[in-house]
């Protein structure tokens, strides 16, 4: 392992496989052959702030205190900013909620922390999108390093009021 690495680094798929994955996950998560994956994977459809364009995203499920959230550092976060109205889709249905995105370092960082423990670090990669360079979890403070360099950050899921 070389030193000179962060202890955390993002991660992300190369575009092509971005590119083949998202729509067969979209079609899958959209219908029952989904099957496995939507026990793993969730649809976010929102609307971008500047653009107006419609996305709908494939994200890992991610549950706390039966609350949805999303773990990210994709650019496509920002329309969160202050809160945004999202769809939903994850076991089959589709619900609409409000989605807020939390950027604060020390908020983060122990959530990720909790996640790469739950996950192993072998899973935590995948899932998280995430590179760790240490045969180890990473510590809270490594993780607020990590987040504040790369962007890390949770999307709560919240019912629409």
Not at 3 to 17: C, F, K
Not at 68 to 89: H, I, K, Q, S
């Given at each position: 392992?070389?030193?000179?690495?962060?202890?955390?680094?993002?991660?992300?798929?190369?575009?092509?496989?971005?590119?083949?994955?998202?729509?067969?996950?979209?079609?899958?998560?959209?219908?029952?052959?989904?099957?496995?994956?939507?026990?793993?994977?969730?649809?976010?459809?929102?609307?971008?702030?500047?653009?107006?364009?419609?996305?709908?995203?494939?994200?890992?499920?991610?549950?706390?205190?039966?609350?949805?959230?999303?773990?990210?550092?994709?650019?496509w976060r920002v329309n969160f900013r202050g809160g945004a109205d999202v769809e939903v889709t994850v076991d089959g249905r589709t619900t609409p909620m409000r989605g807020?995105?939390?950027?604060?370092?020390?908020?983060?960082?122990?959530?990720?922390?909790?996640?790469?423990?739950?996950?192993?670090?072998?899973?935590?990669?995948?899932?998280?999108?995430?590179?760790?360079?240490?045969?180890?979890?990473?510590?809270?403070?490594?993780?607020?390093?990590?987040?504040?360099?790369?962007?890390?950050?949770?999307?709560?899921?919240?019912?629409?009021?």
């Amino acid at each position: 392992m070389r030193q000179d690495r962060p202890v955390v680094e993002a991660s992300y798929p190369p575009d092509i496989v971005t590119r083949l994955f998202n729509p067969m996950a979209r079609f899958a998560l959209s219908t029952p052959l989904g099957g496995p994956l939507r026990r793993r994977y969730m649809l976010l459809h929102f609307t971008g702030r500047k653009s107006g364009r419609r996305y709908v995203v494939p994200v890992t499920v991610h549950r706390a205190d039966d609350r949805l959230y999303v773990l990210t550092g994709a650019r496509w976060r920002v329309n969160f900013r202050g809160g945004a109205d999202v769809e939903v889709t994850v076991d089959g249905r589709t619900t609409p909620m409000r989605g807020e995105l939390v950027e604060r370092p020390e908020t983060v960082a122990p959530i990720y922390a909790r996640r790469i423990e739950e996950y192993g670090l072998r899973v935590a990669r995948i899932e998280l999108a995430v590179k760790i360079n240490v045969p180890r979890v990473p510590t809270v403070p490594e993780l607020i390093e990590a987040v504040r360099r790369e962007g890390l950050s949770v999307i709560w899921l919240l019912p629409k009021p």
